[in-house]
């Protein structure tokens, strides 16, 4: 293997890993002040599709994931609105989130594909996608192998700086504590005097916006059409499985996010070797990926041995 | 002392507060004087932790002023009244567990900056307590602290936040006794830096010993304010009661007596729900007619080991054996059969489902076996309402009737209802062991005498009694031998008759262990 493969393997690698980095850190977010979303898959299709077809009409790439985040945010304010306000299961309300979200995007996608773009709009693709080209750090991007990790797209930069603010959020500021307090006690948080409810609502939304971002990018980074099918393909149940690999830790999640990214890309290279089956393989992640985590999730003793929130998934009211 | 020219620290005046069908504060008048400790006397239910959460603002009072230092306030929440540098140490702790000392006690102050100021926060809660007289680990986790450790964490968050008017609810329940003077000599110091200290309690001793003031509450009224050093232990409990209270319980000597353990356990290891061991090489023996007391702080392993015992959790190693049959991990149902009665820590929950009826709760583990079921499937349902009231009548349960839901009954009755199932006796089975767990946790003083009545009638006639209490006064006043269990290990056995309050403090706190003495009881 030449090293203009091993180059081309790690941006893949990295780009993916971006992917799953974004939507992890907003689930980190999310249920670090006790609130599981596992609608992520459904925000992270609403936000493909809303960026897709702002970035076209637009022809802004930035504009697209803007958009993304604010509407991914606002079905994720249907979740906080269910879970915090009205006490919902958080299990039963982001598995709707999931449903609605995947159904609503993907519909949505071809409809505006066909009746609201137009053919033409496929001609402006490569234009937005140009939003994501690499930049190259001088001097470092020269360097043989580690060279690709210093000419990533503003995003991927992006996810690295959003992992190292939270880790910073969380464990040095006022802010965090809060956040970490609410997920593992909310008495003892509201007794001290800070508005559990509220911290909630804006974890949960700015969470769930993440994922959108994440959807976003995705979708104009690999679009070279635009695609009436589902484009997250599990993405989503993976990035939740990540936020319990990571330990609820940013930093460990950027580690998880590469890593699975690296898992992924790898399967696409040994389909060119072995075909079909692997493909066969990468789609039963996901799944196997949504098992795990329902499974580790509803076991309360296992929860408390791998340090999970001590409140994760628990509504809060006063006595 | 307090000079009588200071205005009183709190004075509330004709505080009414009514509850939905109780009237749980008639027109109290409550005075704190600056610089005293007043005891806050009363049974549950009284109204003593109503009355303080008007004061805290958490409810609000229908009726009633509330003055501070002597300027008239409105309390609307919790928030105003720790500006008024009033602070509340919960009677269960509100602290996050998996975080450090300093990271609870700052939680919710804006003092230490958006990026919080670790190092300046840490060295201003080690100061505070060395003022006070006590030391702390600023960077331990909560989780690794002992409950004593954890109340002065409750007390920081206080005391930092200013507080001069703290309020203490039931304090010593999770303490030792050595942890309880300990608490004592820092609330005193308190005292003498002027603030002033409201210490709820029903522990008659304890208000004794420590108060300057205590106001006694009955039943949502104000009794008196007394000297608690110019009166008997016996008129603060006829205060607090309305009428003579037994201190002491007849017992008679063991009468059965028997070479054989009705229960037996040998090298138990367990886990919690957390997934630590939770009860470690623990080994005991039951004889019939006689009560074996298990003496420790709240959540040393002694839950755990009852649900082990009676089948509700798993053991990971060692062995049960209840009268002569090995039960080790088999089934509630089969200890059930053998005689063994469940008063568990919850009542609701674990120990009746609380949306169904009286008579289903009444019946629920006796239902599979005749005369309850005919030909194996048909409840017989005139046999069970009979069964029903009869067993009620016999605990003298007050209840609506006998189909209302079990949540409407009061404590006291809930706890009637359990043991009238538990200790019903039926053709195929006999009373023969008793777990009870915490069985008079949360009662009023009534029914706290007649769960200990019932529980020395069944020893009196051969029943073996396995008690777990936190409360040292009823292991004492009830037992036989007395186990005392530190985190998951029995620390030590001693005969009741030759206990002694002070030992069994220190091996309810570790620090003392005494080689078992495993002797056939006499």
Request: net charge positive.
């Amino acid at each position: 293997m030449n090293l203009d493969l091993i180059n081309l393997f790690l941006i893949q690698a990295l780009t993916i890993g971006t992917v799953y980095l974004i939507a992890t850190l907003g689930e980190v977010l999310s249920e670090r002040a006790g609130v599981v979303n596992l609608g992520l898959e459904g925000l992270m299709e609403i936000g493909a599709t809303v960026a897709i077809i702002v970035a076209l009409i637009t022809e802004n790439a930035w504009l697209g994931i803007l958009a993304a985040f604010v509407a991914a945010a606002a079905l994720a304010t249907v979740h906080a609105f269910a879970t915090v306000s009205l006490k919902l299961n958080q299990f039963a309300s982001g598995l709707a989130i999931y449903i609605f979200g995947v159904g609503i995007g993907v519909t949505f996608r071809g409809y505006a594909r066909d009746v609201i773009l137009g053919p033409q709009a496929l001609l402006k693709i490569p234009k937005i996608k140009a939003a994501f080209t690499s930049i190259k750090i001088p001097g470092l991007s020269n360097i043989p192998v580690i060279g690709s990790l210093f000419s990533l797209d503003v995003m991927a930069y992006f996810g690295l700086f959003l992992g190292i603010l939270l880790w910073f959020i969380f464990y040095r500021t006022r802010t965090g504590l809060n956040i970490r307090s609410v997920g593992e006690n909310p008495a003892a948080a509201d007794a001290a005097g800070i508005n559990v409810f509220r911290l909630r609502y804006i974890t949960t939304i700015i969470g769930g916006g993440l994922a959108g971002v994440a959807g976003g990018y995705l979708i104009i980074k690999i679009a070279t059409q635009i695609a009436g099918e589902t484009v997250i393909l599990g993405r989503g149940w993976i990035a939740i499985a990540l936020v319990i690999f990571a330990f609820w830790d940013p930093l460990r999640a950027i580690i998880g996010a590469y890593f699975f990214g690296a898992l992924e890309a790898l399967f696409y290279w040994l389909q060119g070797y072995f075909g079909g089956a692997t493909v066969v393989m990468l789609k039963a992640v996901p799944h196997i990926s949504a098992i795990i985590i329902l499974t580790i999730m509803s076991i309360e003793a296992l929860r408390k041995r791998i340090g999970a929130p001590e409140a994760l998934g628990k509504p809060y009211s006063r006595e | 002392m307090a000079s009588e020219e200071k205005p009183p620290a709190v004075l509330m005046k004709g505080i009414v507060k009514q509850f939905p069908g109780v009237l749980a504060l008639d027109h109290v008048d409550f005075e704190v004087k600056a610089g005293e400790i007043h005891g806050l006397l009363g049974e549950n239910g009284a109204g003593k932790t109503t009355l303080m959460s008007i004061l805290y603002g958490v409810y609000k009072a229908d009726a009633g002023e509330i003055y501070i230092h002597g300027r008239k306030v409105n309390i609307r929440s919790p928030k105003d009244a720790i500006k008024l540098g009033i602070g509340m140490v919960p009677q269960h702790f509100k602290l996050v567990m998996a975080h450090t000392v300093v990271e609870n006690v700052i939680l919710g102050l804006k003092e230490f900056g958006m990026v919080l100021r670790m190092k300046e926060a840490e060295k201003k809660i080690v100061e505070l307590a060395s003022t006070y007289g006590f030391k702390i680990n600023p960077k331990a986790k909560i989780w690794q602290l002992s409950m004593g450790e954890r109340q002065y964490v409750e007390l920081l968050k206080a005391l930092i936040r200013k507080a001069n008017i703290l309020i203490l609810d039931e304090p010593t329940t999770v303490l030792t006794p050595q942890e309880t003077r300990e608490l004592f000599s820092t609330l005193k110091r308190m005292r003498e830096e002027g603030k002033s200290i409201i210490f709820i309690s029903h522990k008659l001793e304890e208000v004794k010993e420590l108060c300057d003031r205590v106001t006694v509450l009955r039943k949502g009224r104000v009794v008196g304010t007394v000297d608690p050093k110019k009166v008997s232990l016996a008129d603060l409990a006829k205060m607090m009661v309305g009428r003579e209270v037994l201190f002491r319980i007849k017992k008679e000597p063991r009468k059965v007596v028997s070479e054989e353990p009705i229960l037996k356990v040998k090298g138990l290891y367990a886990l919690s729900d957390k997934g630590v061991m939770a009860v470690k090489n623990v080994s005991l023996e039951v004889y019939p007619g006689e009560i074996l007391g298990i003496a420790g702080i709240a959540g040393s392993g002694q839950e755990e080991l009852a649900e082990v015992i009676t089948g509700m959790r798993k053991a990971e190693k060692g062995k049960v054996v209840i009268a002569g049959v090995d039960v080790t991990n088999t089934s509630p149902k089969k200890i059930f059969e053998l005689g063994v009665a469940y008063i568990p820590e919850s009542r609701i929950y674990v120990g009746t489902a609380p949306n169904l009826t009286i008579w289903e709760n009444m019946i629920m583990r006796h239902h599979r076996y005749p005369p309850f079921v005919k030909n194996k499937i048909v409840l017989n349902l005139p046999y069970i309402f009979e069964f029903a009231k009869k067993r009620a009548k016999e605990l003298n349960m007050m209840y609506s009737s006998i189909f209302a839901p079990a949540r409407t009954l009061s404590g006291g009755n809930l706890q009637r209802l359990i043991l009238a199932r538990e200790l019903a006796e039926t053709p195929g089975r006999k009373t023969r062991l008793i777990v009870a767990v915490y069985p008079t946790r949360g009662l009023d003083v009534g029914a706290t005498e007649y769960v200990r009545k019932v529980l020395i009638e069944q020893r009196n006639r051969g029943v073996g009694v396995l008690l777990i209490s936190e409360d040292l006064e009823e292991i004492l006043m009830l037992s036989d031998r007395i186990a005392v269990i530190h985190n998951g290990e029995i620390m030590g056995v001693v005969k009741a008759e030759e206990a002694n309050i002070e030992e069994i403090g220190l091996m309810m706190g570790g620090a003392l262990r005494k080689t078992v003495s495993e002797k056939k009881a006499q």
